[in-house]
């Protein structure tokens, strides 16, 4: 018989190679992530200093702007704001706001909308010439811009357009922007069609299936657009300089140009100040569809 007092230093001992052969967690080293983290931090502070400089010279007179470069003022002064605001012409800056406005508007709808019918269309749908339609829209995405200027042009002096808001947004009506038709498409194929197909069989037509189970689901895509084609069109200043010639219709683009033109002795704090003001809506729009923005671009479709 073997005494039970003999056991406990065998299984001890039996445990022990077992604790000792057993792999080891490696822990990450402190001082590799502070490098890692202080590394992004730095160029993180390198990327943003040029926004940094641009919100902190609107605070300074124009004769500070060009004695530091740093982005600090030393007597902050709302004066380029108040200044900036008036403008050198009969209106002030919240004319040049309007005008964007009423670009930025249709076009972000005509886009959305009629983009989704398009790709809806193509993802879909068989007829007749799909693929050579499919073909010429992908060979509209890979046409510079550049080449449709002077036809654009003709097309709408013809039209009386000049001089209006329309040249600028009526042709998204149309989905004129093949990249966003292109892009929905995808998103589209990856969408399983049996909610479609169910919605069908309890009585919706094509129209109603798009509007209640496919666009819900393209959530993510569509605000994606519509975020794209904000930022662009606030951005433009090409497709606004062509077009329009009264002042009273300049958007935010031209006007900033229109500080610069206007004097030979550029007050800089008022052009800096105006600068903001024209990026913060960019900027709040995009912090407030981030979320969605992401989704869209990073998933490529939707989860169920």
Do not use: H
Not at 8 to 36: D, F, N, W
Not at 106 to 119: H, M
Not at 179 to 184: E, S
Request: net charge neutral; charged share 15%; proline share 7%.
């Amino acid at each position: 018989m073997v005494d039970a007092t003999d056991m406990v230093p065998a299984t001890a001992a039996s445990r022990e190679p077992a604790t000792m052969l057993a792999p080891k967690k490696k822990r990450p080293s402190r001082a590799g992530a502070i490098v890692r983290y202080g590394l992004l931090i730095v160029v993180g502070l390198v990327m943003i200093y040029p926004l940094l400089w641009l919100i902190g010279a609107s605070f300074k007179t124009n004769q500070e702007i060009f004695s530091t470069p740093w982005f600090w003022p030393q007597n902050p002064t709302f004066q380029g704001y108040i200044d900036g605001w008036q403008t050198s012409t009969p209106y002030t800056f919240g004319r040049f706001f309007f005008n964007s406005l009423c670009i930025v508007v249709p076009k972000v709808i005509g886009t959305a909308v009629s983009s989704t019918l398009v790709a809806y269309g193509f993802a879909r749908f068989d007829f007749p010439g799909k693929k050579l339609l499919f073909g010429v829209l992908i060979a509209t995405l890979l046409l510079p811009d550049v080449v449709t200027r002077i036809p654009q042009y003709l097309l709408f002096r013809e039209l009386g357009w000049l001089d209006t808001f329309l040249p600028l947004f009526v042709p998204q009506w149309f989905a004129w922007e093949a990249f966003f038709v292109f892009m929905l498409i995808q998103f589209l194929r990856a969408i399983p069609r049996e909610m479609e197909e169910a919605a069908r069989v309890d009585g919706a037509n094509t129209m109603q299936t798009l509007i209640f189970i496919v666009v819900p689901m393209l959530k993510p895509a569509i605000i994606s657009v519509c975020l794209f084609q904000f930022m662009w069109t606030m951005n433009d200043f090409l497709g606004p300089l062509i077009y329009i010639s009264s002042v009273e219709n300049y958007p935010i683009s031209l006007a900033l140009r229109l500080a610069i033109d206007t004097t030979e002795a550029f007050n800089w704090n008022e052009i800096l100040a105006m600068t903001v003001l024209a990026l913060t809506p960019s900027l709040v729009v995009f912090f407030i569809a981030q979320k969605y923005f992401i989704e869209g671009i990073a998933t490529g479709g939707v989860k169920g």
